[in-house]
């Protein structure tokens, strides 16, 4: 049981560059969502998906995208890398998307555009 | 928008003392968490709380939800080095109820 996992833990791109954050959940549970951390400002959430088939915008969507492929899968797309989207990005997984769920975390991926 | 907002941001402490940290909210809430984040690492779920004035202990860890959960306030007795990282708490609030906003965290270091 692996909890929430993502890959990759690291990465470096140069600005303009595209590139997918992977992230699965093997605890069956209906909602994911993708979170960026930056010093001093806790985690805000980027977007979110309550069920398979959903997805909607969390407080800092743009220049990022999402697709949940299945209940198990929730990718983060960023389409053009830029600078300000360097960061430590966590998946996380929920039993439902009432806040009254508590959140699991991903270990993270520590991203670094050029 | 929900804002939470926490209190101190450092927070460096004297092996075997006790602290306090503190979230405030501008809205009403509907429950509150709290997780822990050790260096490095990623955010580990500790508590919920969810009715006015509800107060859970855990060890060393007392956790208060204050009568108009507009704010609560977390409280470690003699602090240990394995107490040592960023804390946050994270509210939802109507008509949001399924996403959490989170406070910017106290980072806890511990002078042995």
């Known amino acids: 049981n692996a909890g929430v996992t993502q890959t990759p833990k690291f990465q470096v791109l140069k600005t303009g560059q595209s590139m997918t954050l992977q992230c699965a959940q093997d605890?069956?549970?209906?909602?994911m969502y993708w979170y960026r951390q930056d010093p001093g400002m806790g985690l805000r959430l980027i977007y979110y998906?309550?069920?398979?088939?959903?997805?909607d915008k969390g407080e800092v969507p743009n220049g990022y995208n999402v697709s949940r492929l299945n209940k198990r899968e929730f990718s983060l797309r960023l389409e053009s890398a830029a600078p300000s989207q360097t960061s430590v990005y966590f998946c996380?997984?929920?039993?439902?998307?009432?806040?009254?769920?508590?959140?699991?975390f991903g270990p993270g991926t520590r991203l670094t555009v050029t | 928008g929900q804002q939470v907002m926490q209190i101190p941001q450092y927070q460096h402490v004297q092996e075997g003392e006790d602290f306090t940290t503190y979230c405030n909210s501008s809205?009403?809430?509907?429950?509150i968490q709290w997780y822990k984040q050790r260096p490095g690492g990623h955010p580990v779920f500790l508590i919920q709380?969810?009715?006015?004035?509800e107060v859970k202990k855990q060890k060393r860890l007392t956790f208060q939800f204050g009568e108009a959960k507009k704010n609560s306030s977390l409280h470690i007795t003699a602090t240990q080095t394995t107490d040592v990282g960023t804390y946050f708490c994270?509210?939802?609030?109507?008509?949001?109820?399924?996403?959490?906003?989170f406070g910017a965290g106290t980072t806890v270091t511990v002078r042995a």
């Open positions: 996380a997984s929920s039993e439902d998307p009432a806040g009254t769920y508590e959140q699991y």
């Open positions: 605890m069956n549970h209906n909602s």
């Open positions: 998906s309550a069920s398979e088939g959903t997805t």
């Open positions: 809205t009403t809430l509907s429950n």
């Open positions: 709380l969810v009715k006015s004035g």
């Open positions: 994270a509210g939802t609030a109507p008509p949001n109820d399924y996403k959490l906003s």
